[in-house]
């Protein structure tokens, strides 16, 4: 994924709700209009153990 497209959350993580907006200040912040917070969500990696498929 480039720097230049970003995947957006589909609700904010602290209410629920869904009115969601790139915050202008940060590249990787989103702000919530519902309840006036502002978050950021990280890609940390993949498991080392993969996922079983049955």
Known sequence: M???T???PLYCPYCGEE???P???AHTAWECHA????FTV???GL????V???
């Open 2 to 4: 480039s720097t230049e």
């Open 6 to 8: 970003r995947a957006a």
């Open 19 to 21: 009115d969601l907006r």
């Open 23 to 25: 915050h202008p200040d």
């Open 35 to 38: 309840c006036a917070r502002v």
């Open 42 to 44: 990280k890609f940390t």
């Open 47 to 50: 498991l080392a153990r993969g």
């Open 52 to 54: 079983v498929s049955r």
